[in-house]
């Protein structure tokens, strides 16, 4: 079956979803602490009002049977890497397993780099996220080392696997098909 999805910019009737699908102790295992957990309301209205007033467009909704049920989002760095940016996703549970998150990052990626000037992306991803690491793979970042122990999460030290695509590699192909 192909899963219709929409990759847009976020809306502030988008609250109550986001709230809802974010709110997963599971998607906040691999994600940093700074992502709040319980995920409410108003975590979602402060990100939405970040969201909504950037200069260009760097958090992209996915939206999936009219609900917000994911973002794919971008920091570009300062200074000396001022022409990088990391990439950052989540997707709600329900959906998870279905080449959603393959094909929505190829194409916020591809979004991206057209409106930017970004020429580098990473991602860093804990030891044991194998559906992430597989994501990344699949859209064409490849693996550039093993930070060992340089995460400390869930009052666990993990090691964290760093994955980078140059915008030069970066090649559409064909569009992966959604299970
Ligand atoms: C990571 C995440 C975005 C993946 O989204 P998704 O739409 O389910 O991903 P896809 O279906 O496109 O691809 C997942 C791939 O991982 C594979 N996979 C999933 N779980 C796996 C596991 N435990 N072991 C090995 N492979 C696994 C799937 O088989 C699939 O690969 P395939 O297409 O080659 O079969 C989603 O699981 C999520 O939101 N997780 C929580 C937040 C998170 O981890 N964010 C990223 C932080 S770096």
Redesign the pocket.
């Known amino acids: 079956m192909i899963m219709e999805y929409i990759l847009r910019t976020w809306k502030d009737s988008d609250v109550q979803s986001l709230a809802t699908h974010l709110n997963n102790k599971?998607?906040w295992d691999?994600?940093r602490d700074g992502l709040p957990f319980p995920y409410t309301e108003k975590d979602a209205i402060k990100f939405i009002t970040y969201a909504t007033k950037q200069p260009t467009q760097n958090e992209f909704c996915i939206e999936i049977n009219n609900e917000a049920v994911g973002n794919i989002g971008f920091l570009r760095g300062t200074d000396v890497e001022k022409f990088n940016s990391e990439v950052?996703?989540?997707?709600s549970e329900n959906?998870?397993?279905?080449?959603?998150?393959?094909i929505t990052l190829k194409d916020a990626i591809r979004r991206y780099f057209q409106q930017t000037d970004i020429i580098r992306l990473y991602?860093s991803?804990y030891e044991f996220?194998?559906?992430?690491m597989?994501?990344l793979e699949?859209v064409g970042f490849k693996k550039t080392g093993i930070h060992h122990k340089a995460c400390f999460k869930n009052e666990h030290f993990i090691d964290a696997h760093y994955y980078e695509l140059l915008k030069q590699n970066f090649v559409l192909g064909d569009w992966i098909d959604i299970k």
Not at 95 to 102: A, H, L, Q, T
């Open positions: 599971k998607i691999n994600c950052g996703y989540w997707l959906y998870w397993n279905k080449g959603i998150m393959s991602a991803v996220n194998t559906a992430s597989r994501v699949k």
